[in-house]
């Protein structure tokens, strides 16, 4: 170390020479040792002129110099290191979003990841309970299928760089309702065999009626028969379906309900049908009727 200089001296044994490199300038000269006013010593540094000092070995050494930043004390010079690349952690889960009904499309968002992944995929599971993937790709949305409905879904997100890969997942989302359409095509058909001659004959005779309705999903049914402008209840229907498919209705109408019926010389009969999906919005049909007073009989 030549402290005059705050320089660094890194001697050749065999030439006596040494090195000095400027940054500032990129020039590069050999000099004697005995010219530097210092010891030589093995290492390298900057001197007080801010030239980077090596020596010349043997004619074929090649030496990297990393000069320190400015206002910074030279130190004893050490190796380049880099740090290995690490597995990504995730911090923040992935969460899904959208409207949970048939025919409607998902998407995820990944989440928060640490150590820089630099690659995403997505796979879609189908839950009840237990989860089974149904797509899996570098596509972030998923639409909900028939298949879906009553069922909730969750996303697995695996982010990966050169260390490796790891994995999180989604909360469950559901349960899946089925679509507008489908619950309206139900309705649909359920009001057309309620308001037929033989349905308005059942709730005269016998006072009550057993039909049949397929349930677009896990919910709830509701069938109403009104009378006149003051909607007075007739007959109503009430079921709680557990899942979708087909199952049996009994409408029953009220005493005053049966009598009006009887006695009627002409009725007007509003139907009224309701559907909840589990989890959704009540979906409503409606259809008018008008009775004479021997219709049916």
């Known amino acids: 170390m030549d402290g005059a200089v705050n320089r660094v001296w890194l001697d050749d044994s065999l030439t006596g020479l040494a090195g000095s490199f400027s940054p500032l300038t990129d020039a590069f000269d050999m000099s004697a040792v005995g010219n530097c006013n210092a010891h030589p010593h093995d290492g390298l540094g900057l001197d007080a002129a801010g030239d980077a000092w090596i020596s010349e070995e043997f004619a074929n050494a090649i030496a990297e110099i990393i000069p320190p930043s400015a ?22 889960a992935p969460s899904i979003h959208g409207h949970l009904r048939e025919g409607q499309i998902l998407i995820a968002r990944k989440g928060s990841w640490a150590n820089d992944p630099a690659a995403f995929t997505y796979t879609w599971q189908r839950c009840k309970p237990a989860c089974a993937k149904v797509a899996s790709g570098r596509s972030n949305s998923y639409k909900l299928s028939a298949r879906d409905i009553d069922r909730s879904v969750r996303v697995v997100v695996t982010a990966g760089n050169a260390a490796g890969t790891a994995q999180a997942k989604s909360r469950a989302a559901g349960p899946i309702g089925p679509s507008l359409k489908r619950v309206k ?43 006149g402008r003051r909607t007075r209840l007739v007959a109503t229907s009430r079921r709680h379906f557990s899942k979708a498919g087909g199952g049996r209705i009994t409408v029953r109408s009220s005493r005053s309900g049966r009598r009006l019926l009887k006695r009627a010389a002409e009725l007007t009969l509003g139907v009224h049908v309701v559907y909840v999906p589990a989890g959704g919005r009540p979906v409503r049909s409606f259809k008018r009727l008008r009775l004479a007073g021997a219709a049916g009989r």
């Open 71 to 92: 206002g910074s004390t030279a130190g004893p010079a050490s190796s380049p290191t880099s740090a290995s690349p690490m597995v990504p952690a995730n911090a923040v």
């Open 185 to 227: 095509a139900a309705l649909a058909k359920l009001l057309a065999t309620s308001t037929k001659r033989s349905t308005i004959a059942r709730l005269r005779g016998h006072g009550s009626w057993r039909g049949s309705f397929r349930a677009p999903s896990r919910g709830r049914l509701r069938v109403a028969f009104a009378a």
